[in-house]
């Protein structure tokens, strides 16, 4: 009996050390959750910034028409995809998804060759107006990478711009707009500034 005393007297003194040891790392994890900036849409310094006007000029659809960046009824975010990208058709959703919740029109912009467009745009559902296929879209806005991802508002204004994998990143080019920053990076610094 005395055996078992002691060994529940050792089990609650190591159960109220765990215990602490718990506390102290949440508070750690919560001062680290404070530093760590959020993820944002990875930026570029190469092409055009936040600000700029869009390339004037109308750009070839699938359609066989034509679409203008600027003069939209609701603020336009131009989503360069590829067929040979995972990460392009995984994205597409989760775009599509996110400019209906926040009330964007949705265009998808590529450069591959129309016969892999139309095969590309029928298998993500996409109609052929709302897929621009013009090589000279792509370099107006010096994309290298894909997905990338330009917010525009109504009149053609640049909002924000990056590398978009998942919603969060989408979410910071909004987030760009609504606060003024370009960047959720640029924000980041800023409140660091301000903290100091």
Request: aromatic share 6%; net charge positive.
């Amino acid at each position: 009996m005395q055996n078992l005393i002691y060994a529940n007297a050792a089990l609650t003194v190591v159960l109220l050390a765990a215990c602490i040891v718990m506390g102290l790392m949440l508070r750690r994890i919560r001062r680290l959750f404070q530093e760590i900036a959020p993820v944002g849409a990875l930026t570029s310094s190469r092409g055009p910034q936040p600000g700029d006007a869009c390339p004037p000029q109308p750009f070839h659809t699938l359609a066989g028409g034509v679409l203008a960046l600027a003069g939209g009824a609701k603020p336009r975010l131009v989503l360069f995809v590829s067929a040979t990208c995972p990460i392009s058709r995984k994205v597409i959703p989760i775009a599509r998804n996110f400019c209906g919740r926040e009330n964007l029109q949705l265009v998808l912009a590529g450069d591959d060759a129309p016969t892999i467009q139309q095969h590309f745009a029928q298998q993500t559902n996409t109609p052929a107006a709302a897929f621009i296929n013009d090589p000279a879209l792509g370099r107006a806005l010096q994309v290298d990478k894909l997905p990338a991802a330009f917010l525009f508002d109504q009149q053609g204004t640049l909002i924000a711009r990056g590398l978009v994998n998942n919603r969060e990143h989408l979410e910071s080019l909004l987030n760009a707009w609504e606060s003024g920053f370009s960047t959720v990076q640029t924000y980041m610094q800023h409140t660091r500034r301000n903290r100091a």
